[in-house]
């Protein structure tokens, strides 16, 4: 059988997520796949940068698994950076949908001993999931890749006269 | 992997701006920086050496706007152009949707960038992906500094694919926008003819 796209099942990544953090305590989570991409995010806002602290974590992932590699061995444990007010913890997984990767911050309402706890909790439940939600309905690729020309158009008309 | 959250209508792609040391890639991206609009834009990330060298990336992300009601995202890229980083170019090029090559025109660095071009090209199946079947395009950088080789010398050496492909003086911004234009243009392209967008009821919001 295939396996299901991220696409098709990432809806349910959000009510586990935002369990997680309750139970756990943390401040912010973002779940990521292997390129970075946010799947689901709890408690971001304009202070901190979403999609870059995604994009490092999944540099960091990548540069893990290689070292591991060159090592001789399959993957490394997950990762845990502690400064004075904040830590980071880079929990890995495998799931219907490849590789995916939790990115969490905690301060000291919160222990790395309750993030690994809860952590284990939150991927058992993600492997529980439905694989994919096939209720939706869908329409042809034609109509996006009609609007496409036009949308680009006035996207980058804006910044060549802006 | 093109990436489609149905629940907050939004759309991410990747392109990966490859090429050999010192051909403008990261020029690219600092222009772009200098003239998308803030709301347009994220924090361009970039880590480098001390001497300003790509170590690992830079990554920019871009808004481009709606498309059928999707909030359509880039995640722009770069890779470090030295041979000697070839462990860590190989990591950025994973899941890559899109590749802009940023070739150096001038006629000293022709080798450079056949031995740039052949490395991506070898990164690349090492991730399962024939060049054949990712959206490709070619920037032929520098156009402004002298001894350059002309576009079409250039095209013989290195188009042999005839992939789309762009004359541009990054540093003065020329071309830059033409060859972005192109590569995103590739990418969802290749991501209308792929997917299926399905109607969902945007409950559950994930993202």
């Not at chain 1, 989570?29 to 991409?37: H, K, M, T």
């Not at chain 1, 992932?61 to 591991?68: I, K, M, P, T």
């Not at chain 2, 789309?164 to 290749?190: I, W």
Request: contains cysteine; charged residues 20%; glycine residues 8%.
């Amino acid at each position: 059988m295939d396996r299901p796209s991220i696409s098709q099942i990432q809806d349910a990544f959000a009510e586990p997520l935002e369990a997680f953090v309750r139970e756990s305590n943390v401040r912010l989570a973002v779940l990521i796949n292997r390129a970075g991409q946010v799947l689901a995010q709890y408690g971001f806002d304009k202070v901190f940068d979403l999609v870059g602290v995604a994009s490092l974590a999944a540099g960091i992932n990548a540069s893990s698994r290689a070292l591991a590699n060159q090592l001789g061995e399959e993957r490394f444990e997950h990762l845990h950076h502690a400064g004075p007010a904040r830590q980071l913890f880079l929990g890995h997984f495998e799931s219907a949908a490849g590789q995916l990767m939790l990115v969490t911050v905690f301060d000291q309402r919160s222990s790395i001993g309750l993030v690994r706890l809860f952590f284990e909790r939150f991927v058992s439940q993600l492997r529980q999931l439905p694989s994919m939600d096939a209720s939706r309905s869908a329409v042809s690729g034609t109509d996006f890749e009609a609007e496409l020309e036009t949308s680009l158009d006035r996207f980058f008309q804006d910044l060549v006269s802006g | 992997m093109s990436l489609v959250n149905y629940a907050t209508r939004e759309i991410t792609c990747k392109i990966v701006y490859y090429g050999p040391g010192r051909s403008g890639k990261t020029t690219n991206l600092q222009y772009i920086h200098s003239r998308v609009p803030w709301d347009r834009k994220g924090e361009m990330v970039s880590l480098a050496t001390e001497a300003d060298r790509t170590l690992f990336f830079d990554f920019l992300p871009l808004e481009l706007g709606q498309i059928s009601g999707f909030t359509t995202r880039f995640q722009l890229y770069t890779v470090p152009g030295q041979v000697y980083y070839n462990a860590t170019r190989k990591l950025v090029l994973q899941g890559a949707d899109g590749v802009v090559f940023v070739a150096d025109s001038q006629k000293s660095q022709l080798d450079a960038d056949i031995e740039s071009f052949r490395n991506l090209h070898e990164n690349l199946l090492e991730h399962g992906i024939d060049i054949r079947q990712i959206p490709v395009i070619i920037q032929y950088n520098k156009r402004d500094l002298p001894n350059v080789f002309s576009i079409e010398q250039l095209e013989e050496e290195l188009n042999f694919r005839n992939v789309p492909s762009h004359p541009a003086s990054a540093l003065l911004g020329e071309g830059v926008f033409d060859t972005l234009r192109s590569a995103s243009e590739g990418v969802l392209k290749k991501l209308a003819r792929k997917l299926e967008i399905p109607i969902g009821d945007g409950a559950g919001g994930a993202g």
